[in-house]
């Protein structure tokens, strides 16, 4: 792992249940993008209230993933390298999931330092903005504490 993402996995690991996280995109724009995540992802929460998606259950429940480590939604199997990145202290900042979500095997690689690491998400986002916009979105329906 990089100097750079240990420093901000220490920084948002101290910042507690008190984080205020980044979120810079347009949530509107990032509902509309959303659509392209909806074939895998749901967004339900607690309550069981379907907020986006259609029950999709291939890629895990996306609420409250702002802020959330990375692998921790219970009873949904991740790939083990994506494990490995949450018990290292990936958390989903803006700036993490933007990167993951535009090239997920590339970037497990570069965060595990594992050439050999692999993310079970096929799907890239190709635009940096819609990623962006992605996450003002998911941030909208909630946000980890």
Not at 7 to 32: I, N, Q, R, T
Request: hydrophobic letters at 45%; glycine letters at 8%; aromatic letters at 8%.
């Amino acid at each position: 792992m990089t100097s750079k993402l240990a420093l901000a996995a220490a920084a948002v690991l101290a910042a507690g249940p008190a984080l205020a996280l980044d979120v810079s995109g347009d949530a509107a724009a990032g509902e509309a993008a959303f659509r392209q995540c909806i074939t895998c992802h749901v967004v339900v929460d607690d309550a069981g209230e379907t907020l986006a998606g259609r029950n999709a259950k291939i890629g895990p429940n996306l609420y409250k993933v702002p802020g959330r480590h990375a692998g921790e939604v219970e009873d949904f199997r991740y790939s083990a390298s994506m494990t490995q990145a949450g018990e290292n202290g990936l958390v989903w900042i803006e700036e993490e999931f933007v990167k993951y979500v535009q090239d997920p095997t590339a970037y497990l690689r570069d965060y595990l330092g594992d050439s050999k690491a692999r993310g079970a998400m096929t799907h890239k986002v190709r635009k940096e903005q819609e990623a962006i916009d992605i996450y003002a979105y998911l941030a909208s329906l909630g946000i980890h504490e």
